[in-house]
């Protein structure tokens, strides 16, 4: 089974779930998405006016697929890397740019919203989500022993009969 490449949680999953919410805030953008590399959506924000949001799921999904068929274009170039992507439709545009090696910042808006707001103001959001993930390099995982598993097979058992 493929697990997400990041853990977030606690506080750290509370700081980035604020400068998501901060960049919405001061933006206009209506969804947020921190997404890893796999796919897996990380933490995840939206305006509370904002019409019901695209399955988010499947938007990471694509997010990632198409950020490293992008990394293999840039190679083909000769780049290392392109660090954003832009795709731009007559209503929406959908943004993503690279926080560190291992996620991605997504936000999707409308056309009201100027681009260039949503980039000045994401770099700044994207240098402090990547610090706080560069944080988390150094935590150890999570051990769970056999005690544990032995515990919770008995709190199924009794709640599941």
Same mark, same amino acid.
């Given at each position: 089974?493929?697990? %997400? /490449? ?7 999953? !509370? ?6 919410? !901060? ?23 939206? *305006?509370?006016? =904002?019409?019901?949001? %695209? =399955? +988010? ?9 198409? *950020?490293a068929a992008t990394a293999a ?24 740019? /690279?926080?560190?090696?291992? /996620?991605? +910042?997504?936000?999707?808006?409308? =056309?009201?919203?100027? $681009? ?10 994207? /240098?402090q989500i990547a610090a706080i $993930?560069? !944080? $988390?390099?150094?935590?150890? %995982?999570?051990? $769970? ?6 515990? =919770? ?9």
């Amino acid at each position: 089974m493929i697990e %997400p /490449s990041l853990a977030l949680y606690g506080d750290a999953f !509370e700081r980035v779930d604020d400068l998501i919410q !901060e960049l919405l805030d001061t933006t206009g953008v209506r969804y947020g998405l921190l997404v890893d590399r796999k796919g897996f959506v990380l933490s995840h924000k939206e *305006a509370l006016w =904002a019409p019901r949001p %695209p =399955a +988010l799921d499947s938007v990471a999904t694509l997010v990632a697929s198409n *950020a490293a068929a992008t990394a293999a274009l840039a190679n083909m170039l000769g780049e290392r890397t392109f660090s954003e992507q832009i795709h731009q439709g007559e209503n929406g545009t959908l943004y993503v740019e /690279s926080v560190g090696t291992d /996620s991605l +910042l997504t936000l999707i808006f409308d =056309a009201s919203v100027p $681009l260039g707001k949503v980039k000045v103001y994401a770099k700044k959001s994207i /240098s402090q989500i990547a610090a706080i $993930l560069d !944080e $988390l390099k150094d935590i150890p %995982p999570v051990q $769970l022993g056999e005690d544990f598993s032995a515990g =919770a097979t008995s709190l199924l058992d009794d709640l599941l009969g």
